[in-house]
Nanobody
Framework: QVQLVESGGGLVQAGGSLTLSCEAS????????AGWFRQAPGKEREFVAT????????YYADSVKGRFTVSRDNAKNTVYLQMNSLKPENTAVYYC?????????????????WGQGTQVTVSS
């Protein structure tokens, strides 16, 4: 099992930026894909971005494409989500997750371990 701890959330004005970090411990994280999901109040958890084990391949939800960037530093066992041009509708708890294999996945069922989440609030 991999333990995941997110950080970097907070309150930001619309149009601002935040970078979320997800630090992993436990099993060898750099052999697995990773993903970011979010859940707003009263809504289901939704896919945001995913990255394969090496960082060479990424995939994004249409709603964040061009504004968010997922990356990873395997030497630090950390995955990042750079969020630019934030909008109030991006307000949610953001979760990182470890995939069941080395690939990218947009479906939550393809992830085995989840962090506790970090709150992102975007004010208008």
């Amino acid at each position: 099992q991999v333990q995941l701890v997110e950080s970097g959330g907070g309150l930001v004005q619309a149009g601002g930026s935040l970078t979320l970090s997800c630090e992993a411990s436990g099993r060898t994280f750099n052999t697995y894909g990773a993903g970011w999901f979010r859940q707003a109040p009263g809504k289901e958890r939704e896919f945001v971005a995913t990255i394969n084990y090496s960082g060479a391949r990424t995939y994004y939800a249409d709603s964040v494409k061009g504004r968010f960037t997922v990356s990873r530093d395997n030497a630090k066992n950390t995955v990042y989500l750079q969020m630019n041009s934030l909008k109030p509708e991006n307000t949610a708890v953001y979760y990182c997750a470890r995939a069941r294999d080395e690939n990218r996945w947009s479906g939550p069922d393809q992830y085995a371990d989840w962090g506790q989440g970090t709150q992102v609030t975007v004010s208008s």
